[in-house]
C-alpha cells in the first residue's frame, strides 16, 4: 500500500492531490522550485523539497531531481499532476526502475497516446472515426505541402507531439504555404523539441467533446462520462461543463463505447481523456490526454467520485472499486479558468504580486495555488484559480458561477475576471448555442462590453476610498499629508475646500473634486461635471459600505499611495490616482511648482515675481468645471515666476506659478 506520495508539480493541482492524499491518510510530499519557495502549495503541504532553479527545465522538468526528492523524502510512489512530466514515458519508466510506483499509465501507454500521430493510428485500429488528413506525423516539408495541396482549406497544421491547445496553425488558404509550413514547423520545434507534423482537415463550427476513461491495465475500461469543451480561444478552453446536454442519448453512448474500446485496445491503466469533435450526427477522434485533465472537477462534482483516489487505487493494483452500471451522472456543473491575463492586450500573460485575493465560500468550488501576497511568476501558467459551480441542471450551475465570480475579488494584478462574467451572460452561451469558434467571434465586440461596464458612480466610490486612506478626516487642511501636498491649497468663493486630481484606467480619466466634507464624514465629490454625496462606512477586512442619497453599495478596496482597487456590483476596477500637486509637475523640475488643477481660464493673477507670500495668501483665480477655484500658497515663502496671465487657457497640470518656500 502506498503510504507517501511526492506530487511532482506546483499551485493549485498539487494542492488538489494534497487534499486526497491527506483524506486517506498519506502523506504528501512537495517539490518548488527557486521562484516557488514561499508558494501556497509548499506553505500547504508543508513537507517540501527543493529541486532547483526557477525555469522548469531546471526543476520541474528535471527527471533525476524529482526522483532523487521522491527516494530522500522515502516516498512510495510519484504523482505528476497534469503538465510537466505527466505525459512523458522516459519518466514512467525511470519511477518504475527506482523501484517506485508512478500513478498514472505505463510507459508504453504513453508512448502510444501522448504523440497525436501515434493516438490517430490506435484510433484507426479501434475503428474510431478520425479526421481526415495524413495518416501519421510529416517531417518533410515537401511531402506537408503535397498533401495540403490536395485538400480543401481550411487546413490544420497539429504539433504531433503538441499538447494543451498549443502547436496548430489553420490555413484559410494556401497562398503562403511555404512559409506557413516552416512557421509551424518551429513553433513546434521550439515548443515540444519536436517538428513533426499532422495534417487535418479544419472542421469549422464543432462541438468538443471529452470523455473520460478510466483502464485497470489489465484490459478493463470504464467511462465516467463526458465533458462540453467548446468555449476556447484559440484552441484552448476557457470554460468547461459537464455533461454535454447537447447530445442525443444514441450519440452519446456511440461516443462513451469508442471512448472505453480505445482504452481497452491498449490495456490502458490510469486515467485519460479521450476528445472528440461533433458535428451533427457525425463524430471524429481527436487526441487522448492520458493525465489528470484541468477540468477533471467537473466530472467528480456530476459523478461523486474523488478522481485522484481512484488513480490512486489503480495504481496500488485494487482497481476501480466500482463498476460501470454503478457510476451515475446528477446534475451539472461548470468550470472557469481564471487567469491573470490582460483581455485588453490580448490576454497577454501577467506577472507579479497578488495584493489581495478573496474567493465566496456559497456554492463554489475553488481550486487555488494562490493567496493574498503570492507572486505570479513568469516562469510558469498565469493561472489564479479554478472556480466550478454546480446545480441541478445547467441554468442553475451557471447562475450559481455567476455569482460566484461576482463575489470573487482579486488587486494587484490585472486578470480575465470580468472578461468571464459577460462571456457567461453572452445569450448564446445561456442557451448553449456554442460551437469551438463562438469564443473566438464573441471577443470581436468585447472591447465595447466592457468599457460601457465603467461608471462615474464606480470612480466616485474609488475616489472615496482612495481620500479615506490619504486625507485626516478630522483636520480642516484634508491635505494635512506634507509628503503629498507641500506647495498650495485650493478654496472655493464660498471657502469651501477643493482639492483635486484624476482617475485614469487605460485610456478612461476621470477628474475628482472633493468639494466638501461635513461633520458625519459625508464627501461631496464631483466626478467630472457629476456631484456625488456619499459616505465611506469601513466594515471588516477591505470591506466597505458607501452610502448615496439613492441607497448603499458594498465595496471592496483597497488603496495606495498611487492607486486603487474597486470591487462592487461584480466589476472589478483599477485606477492610476494622478495627484495635481506633487513635487515634478508640467515642463518644470522644482519642487515649489504650482500647476493648474483642471483645465480652465485664468481669471485673476494677484500676485508677480519677487513679492513676499504668507501661507494661505490668495495666488491664483481660475474657472473650471464651472466652479470658481482659487489657489493659495500652503508655504510662506517668495514668488520665483508668474508663467500665466488673466485670460490664459490652461491645461491641467501646466505650471502657472513658482513659488521658493522660506527655509
Same mark, same amino acid.
Given at each position: 500500500m502506498i503510504k507517501r506520495i511526492l506530487i511532482a508539480n506546483r499551485g493549485e493541482i498539487a494542492c488538489r492531490i494534497a487534499r486526497t492524499c491527506h483524506r486517506l491518510g498519506i502523506d504528501a510530499v512537495a517539490?518548488?522550485?527557486?521562484?516557488?519557495?514561499?508558494?501556497?502549495?509548499?506553505?500547504?503541504?508543508?513537507? +517540501?523539497?527543493?529541486?532547483?532553479?526557477? +525555469?522548469?527545465?531546471?526543476?520541474?522538468?528535471n527527471i533525476d531531481k524529482v526522483i532523487d526528492a521522491a527516494k530522500s523524502s522515502g516516498c512510495d510512489a510519484i504523482h505528476p499532476g497534469y503538465g510537466f512530466l505527466s505525459e512523458n514515458p522516459d519518466f514512467a519508466d525511470a519511477v518504475e526502475q527506482a523501484g517506485l510506483i508512478f500513478i498514472g499509465p505505463r510507459a508504453d501507454s504513453l508512448r502510444r497516446f501522448g504523440d497525436k500521430s501515434a493516438a490517430k493510428k490506435e484510433a484507426v485500429k479501434a475503428q474510431v472515426p478520425v479526421i481526415p488528413g495524413s495518416e501519421g506525423k510529416l517531417t518533410d516539408p515537401q511531402a506537408i505541402a503535397e498533401l495540403v495541396n490536395t485538400m480543401t482549406p481550411p487546413v490544420m497544421l497539429k504539433a504531433a507531439a503538441g499538447g494543451g491547445g498549443k502547436g496548430m496553425r489553420v490555413l484559410n488558404d494556401f497562398s503562403n504555404l511555404d512559409a506557413d509550413i516552416a512557421a509551424a514547423m518551429s513553433e513546434s520545434l521550439r515548443s515540444f523539441s519536436d517538428d513533426a507534423l499532422l495534417v487535418e482537415q479544419c472542421i469549422n463550427n464543432a462541438r468538443h467533446v471529452e470523455v473520460q476513461i478510466a483502464g485497470d491495465g489489465e484490459g478493463n475500461v470504464i467511462h465516467l462520462f463526458e465533458r462540453e469543451c467548446s468555449l476556447q480561444r484559440r484552441h484552448q478552453k476557457v470554460v468547461e461543463e459537464a455533461p454535454a446536454i447537447f447530445l442525443s442519448a444514441q450519440l452519446r453512448e456511440k461516443l462513451l463505447a469508442d471512448a472505453c474500446r480505445l482504452g481497452k485496445q491498449i490495456q490502458f491503466r490510469g486515467l485519460g481523456t479521450v476528445e472528440f469533435l461533433v458535428l451533427g450526427d457525425a463524430y471524429y477522434f481527436l487526441e487522448v490526454n492520458p493525465r489528470l485533465q484541468v477540468e477533471h472537477p467537473v466530472t467528480e462534482i456530476i459523478t461523486g467520485l474523488d478522481l485522484v483516489e481512484i488513480q490512486i487505487r489503480i495504481a496500488q493494483g485494487q482497481g476501480f472499486g466500482l463498476k460501470q452500471e454503478q457510476i451515475q451522472a446528477n446534475?451539472?456543473?461548470?468550470?472557469?479558468?481564471?487567469?491573470?491575463?490582460?483581455?485588453?492586450?490580448?490576454?497577454?500573460?501577467?506577472?507579479?504580486?497578488?495584493?489581495?485575493?478573496?474567493?465566496?465560500?456559497?456554492?463554489?468550488?475553488?481550486?487555488?495555488?494562490?493567496?493574498?501576497?503570492?507572486e505570479v511568476s513568469s516562469y510558469y501558467d498565469p493561472m489564479i484559480a479554478k472556480l466550478i459551480a454546480s446545480g441541478s441542471d445547467r441554468l442553475q450551475a451557471l447562475e450559481r458561477l455567476q455569482k460566484g465570480l461576482v463575489?470573487?475579488?482579486?488587486?494587484?494584478?490585472?486578470?480575465?475576471?470580468?472578461?468571464?462574467?459577460?462571456?457567461?451572460?453572452?445569450?448564446?452561451?445561456?442557451?448553449?448555442?456554442?460551437?469551438?469558434?463562438?469564443?473566438?467571434?464573441?471577443?470581436?465586440s468585447y472591447s465595447e462590453i466592457t468599457e460601457a461596464s465603467?461608471?462615474?458612480?464606480?470612480? +466616485?466610490?474609488?475616489?472615496?476610498?482612495?481620500?479615506?486612506?490619504?486625507?485626516?478626516?478630522?483636520?480642516?487642511?484634508?491635505? =494635512?499629508? +506634507?509628503?503629498?501636498?507641500?506647495?498650495w491649497a485650493l478654496r472655493s468663493p464660498d471657502d469651501r475646500p477643493v482639492y483635486s486630481f484624476n482617475l485614469l484606467q487605460g485610456e478612461q480619466q476621470w477628474a475628482v473634486a472633493l468639494l466638501a466634507v461635513d461633520k458625519s464624514n459625508c464627501l461631496s465629490i464631483m466626478v467630472d461635471e457629476q456631484q456625488f454625496d456619499l459616505r465611506l462606512q469601513a466594515q471588516s477586512g477591505l470591506s466597505y459600505l458607501a452610502e448615496f442619497d439613492e441607497g448603499r453599495l458594498p465595496v471592496t478596496a483597497q488603496a495606495g499611495q498611487d492607486i486603487v482597487h474597486t470591487h462592487s456590483l461584480g466589476q472589478q476596477n483599477s485606477y492610476q490616482v494622478q495627484q495635481i500637486v506633487s513635487d515634478k509637475q508640467g515642463d518644470s523640475e522644482s519642487?515649489?511648482?504650482?500647476?493648474?488643477?483642471?483645465?480652465g481660464e485664468i481669471i485673476n493673477?494677484?500676485?508677480?515675481?519677487?513679492?513676499?507670500?504668507?501661507?494661505?495668501? =490668495?495666488?491664483?483665480?481660475?474657472?473650471?468645471?464651472?466652479?470658481?477655484?482659487?489657489?493659495?500658497?500652503?508655504?510662506?515663502?517668495?514668488?520665483?515666476s508668474v508663467l500665466c496671465k488673466a485670460g490664459d487657457n490652461v491645461a491641467r497640470g501646466a505650471v502657472v506659478v513658482e513659488v521658493d518656500a522660506d527655509a
Open positions: 517539490v518548488y522550485s527557486e521562484a516557488d519557495q514561499h508558494s501556497r502549495h509548499v506553505r500547504q503541504i508543508g513537507h +517540501a523539497i527543493a529541486i532547483g532553479g526557477a +525555469a522548469a527545465a531546471d526543476s520541474y522538468l446534475g451539472h456543473a461548470v468550470e472557469v479558468r481564471f487567469y491573470a491575463e490582460s483581455p485588453a492586450q490580448n490576454f497577454m500573460p501577467v506577472t507579479g504580486k497578488v495584493d489581495f485575493v478573496q474567493f465566496p465560500t456559497q456554492h463554489l468550488r475553488v481550486e487555488s495555488g494562490i493567496d493574498s501576497g503570492d463575489d470573487t475579488v482579486v488587486f494587484g494584478l490585472d486578470n480575465n475576471l470580468n472578461f468571464l462574467q459577460q462571456l457567461l451572460r453572452d445569450p448564446d452561451v445561456l442557451a448553449d448555442q456554442i460551437d469551438t469558434g463562438t469564443l473566438d467571434r464573441w471577443l470581436s465603467q461608471s462615474k458612480k464606480q470612480a +466616485a466610490m474609488a475616489a472615496a476610498v482612495w481620500l479615506s486612506q490619504f486625507r485626516q478626516a478630522e483636520s480642516k487642511n484634508p491635505w =494635512l499629508r +506634507a509628503d503629498s501636498f507641500s506647495s519642487a515649489n511648482s504650482v500647476t493648474a488643477p483642471m483645465m493673477v494677484l500676485v508677480k515675481e519677487g513679492d513676499a507670500v504668507e501661507a494661505g495668501q =490668495l495666488l491664483i483665480v481660475m474657472e473650471s468645471m464651472k466652479m470658481q477655484l482659487q489657489i493659495e500658497a500652503v508655504n510662506a515663502g517668495t514668488v520665483a
